[in-house]
């Protein structure tokens, strides 16, 4: 069983910038990727960003070259550097861990983008 706890969400300004952590506790060996999502006030969660199997990183279109996702499966770790923040990035982030063919979801953190 894996754990995941989000931390570093806030309260921004447009154009500010947020590091947003995640920890994994358990059976972290079964941890095949990670994944960032997120949900904004009356939507249905988004995905934001993926590792893939191959290493490489997928993003939703509307974060590209603003957000960049790290991880290290070997530590258990995640995290998704969010720059130039626009107040349409406001919303519940969510680390997300693919653990033997499952979802495996944290509490979220809220992020915040306003003057």
């Known amino acids: 069983q894996v754990h995941l706890v989000e931390s570093g969400g806030g309260l921004v300004q447009p154009g500010g910038s947020l590091r947003l952590s995640c920890t994994a506790t358990?059976?972290?060996?079964?941890?095949?990727?990670f994944g960032w999502y997120r949900q904004a006030p009356g939507k249905m969660r988004q995905f934001v960003a993926l590792t893939l199997n191959d290493g490489r990183t997928n993003y939703h279109t509307s974060v590209m070259g603003r957000f960049t996702m790290d991880s290290d499966r070997a530590k258990g770790t995640s995290s998704l550097q969010m720059n130039n923040l626009k107040s349409d990035d406001t919303a519940i982030y969510y680390c997300?861990?693919?653990?033997?063919?499952?979802?495996?979801w944290g509490q979220g953190t809220q992020v915040t983008v306003s003057a």
């Open positions: 997300n861990a693919g653990v033997n063919g499952k979802f495996t």
């Open positions: 358990g059976d972290i060996s079964a941890i095949a990727n």
